[in-house]
């Protein structure tokens, strides 16, 4: 069933968890990449890309919403950089987004999801980026949106915004950027959000190293979605379809939990990765979510202290209390943990639904712990 590497330690309960999955119908299969102490212990493949054929470590995943934090760290580079300052307007860097009430939002309040304007169709488009910029800006501010204290999590529009100022600051196309000033310089080499259409053939397409996502809430597991269509790996979508192996999610965490460095390659200051993985927005409601989470600048900051049953893509009951990273919609998770020095990635190819999801997030979040007496 599963295609192990890993040096000692091994994981069993890990692996269990995973298998456990699978045996549900959650998912295929599943990569798993575990560190501590900086150095890298798992880089595990377990089950199957696609019926009849085994998981790689070096198939190429979609992470959704887990590779959120990469454009928040871009971002932070340019606020280093003395590009920008947390508590600008939006609007200094692209003025339209004023429309509707928003002249006020702050980046400050996009990185803590307090903005206010949600509802923008969250449905993969390989439309014109300049479409989806103006469709983003006409969005008015949500009614009784209080900005800077109501909170709700902004699944893509935010996240579009982010990539915009990047390309208006840099002259640079937001793709082009993060590769060459955090991806290439992290060894993440097989990563991407949005790869050229000549990488999607070098990759072999889906027949290759790009790996499918599995519908699997319903029996048998079915192949939909935008997620699993060429656009869907060739336009890029800041908030949603960052794609590689999930051992580069887990260098990207390494470098946050070694204080913005690694491999001689200093991405962030030690103080703008405590600003940043530290919580900025704390004990407020979600309104997405429906439950208190806590945010750092783009990333969710463990919030277990509110109560862990129930709580949607956490960290599991063993993670500090101070553990930060993102999860991605219905399949995959990063994190580090600066008590116990863990790093954790790892991505799931089903999407069983959301509470089927939640109860794995947990489960195997929890074994990877335990796999180190941390439980």
């Known amino acids: 069933m599963s295609d192990f590497r890993a040096s000692s330690p091994s994981f069993p309960r890990t692996i269990a968890a995973i298998e456990q999955g699978i045996e549900k119908g959650d998912h295929l299969g599943a990569q798993?990449?575990?560190?501590?102490?900086?150095?890298?212990?798992?880089d595990l493949a377990i089950g199957q890309v696609r019926p009849g054929e085994a998981m790689r470590p070096d198939h190429l995943h979609c992470w959704m919403s887990a590779g959120k934090p990469i454009t928040a760290v871009a971002i932070a580079q340019l606020i280093e950089r003395g590009k920008l300052q947390l508590d600008d307007r939006i609007a200094s860097f692209i003025p339209e987004f004023a429309a509707g009430g928003k002249q006020d939002i702050t980046l400050r309040h996009l990185l803590t999801?307090?903005?206010g304007f949600r509802p923008v169709s969250?449905?993969?488009?390989?439309?014109?980026?300049?479409?989806?910029?103006?469709?983003?800006?006409?969005?008015?501010?949500?009614?009784?949106?209080?900005?800077?204290?109501?909170?709700?999590y902004h699944v893509a529009s935010s996240w579009f915004i982010l990539a915009e100022i990047i390309q208006r600051l840099t002259d640079r196309p937001f793709d082009q950027y993060v590769r060459a000033e955090l991806l290439e310089p992290l060894g993440m080499i097989d990563t991407w959000i949005g790869m050229p259409h000549e990488q999607f053939l070098a990759y072999g397409g889906f027949d290759g190293r790009i790996a499918p996502m599995f519908s699997t809430e319903v029996p048998p597991p079915a192949i939909k979605g935008m997620a699993n269509t060429e656009a869907g790996?060739?336009?890029?979508?800041?908030g949603a379809n960052t794609r590689g192996p999930i051992r580069d999610l887990a260098r990207f965490?390494?470098?946050?939990?070694?204080?913005?460095?690694?491999?001689?390659?200093?991405?962030?200051?030690?103080?703008?990765?405590r600003q940043m993985t530290s919580r900025q927005r704390e004990k407020k409601l979600d309104l997405t979510f429906k439950r208190v989470i806590d945010w750092g600048f783009g990333f969710i900051v463990n919030s277990a202290r509110y109560g862990d049953d129930g709580l949607p893509y956490g960290f599991g009951p063993h993670a500090s209390d101070n553990t930060f990273g993102h999860g991605g919609n219905q399949s995959s998770c990063g994190l580090a943990d600066p008590k116990h020095r863990i790093v954790a990635a790892w991505v799931c190819n089903g999407l069983p639904g959301e509470l089927r999801h939640n109860f794995r997030v947990k489960a195997i979040n929890a074994a990877i712990y335990e796999d180190f007496n941390c439980g």
């Open 32 to 42: 798993v990449s575990i560190w501590r102490d900086g150095q890298p212990l798992a």
């Open 113 to 115: 999801h307090t903005g």
């Open 122 to 152: 969250n449905n993969w488009t390989p439309g014109p980026w300049e479409r989806i910029i103006e469709r983003v800006c006409a969005t008015p501010l949500e009614p009784g949106w209080i900005i800077g204290e109501t909170a709700g």
């Open 233 to 238: 790996c060739t336009v890029f979508r800041p």
């Open 253 to 273: 965490y390494q470098m946050l939990l070694n204080g913005g460095q690694l491999n001689y390659h200093r991405m962030l200051s030690e103080s703008m990765v």
